[in-house]
Nanobody, 120 residues
Framework: QVQLVESGGGLVQPGGSLRLSCVAS????????MGWYRQAPGKQRELVANILSAGSTNYADSVKGRFTISRDNAKNTVNLQMNNLKPEDTAVYHC??????????????WGQGTQVTVSS
């Protein structure tokens, strides 16, 4: 079994910063991608950013230039540095990873989510 555990959410004022972390653990053979999605009340879950094992990244247009995703392959960890936060960034942020637990078979896994609230 695989678990994704997030940390780092909280309450921050507009213009502030937060850093989210997610650690994958369990019977992991390899990790193809790790990333973050978010879901605000009444809205669909959307991709924030992801990073492939080779290091290429993908960002939502709304966070480009403000958020930076990074990954430590040795520690099965992905981080999201969020700067210049805006009220519209308020959401539950979920870690997502595409993981192989046996050779050649990949599945998607989700963390339980961490709340990020941007408010004065």
């Amino acid at each position: 079994q695989v678990q994704l555990v997030e940390s780092g959410g909280g309450l921050v004022q507009p213009g502030g910063s937060l850093r989210l972390s997610c650690v994958a653990s369990g019977s992991i053979f390899s990790i193809y991608s790790m990333g973050w999605y978010r879901q605000a009340p009444g809205k669909q879950r959307e991709l924030v950013a992801n990073i492939l094992s080779a290091g290429s990244t993908n960002y939502a247009d709304s966070v480009k230039g403000r958020f930076t995703i990074s990954r430590d392959n040795a520690k099965n960890t992905v981080n999201l540095q969020m700067n210049n936060l805006k009220p519209e960034d308020t959401a539950v942020y979920h870690c997502h990873a595409v993981i192989s637990i046996v050779t050649g078979t990949f599945s998607g896994f989700w963390g339980q989510g961490t709340q990020v609230t941007v408010s004065s």
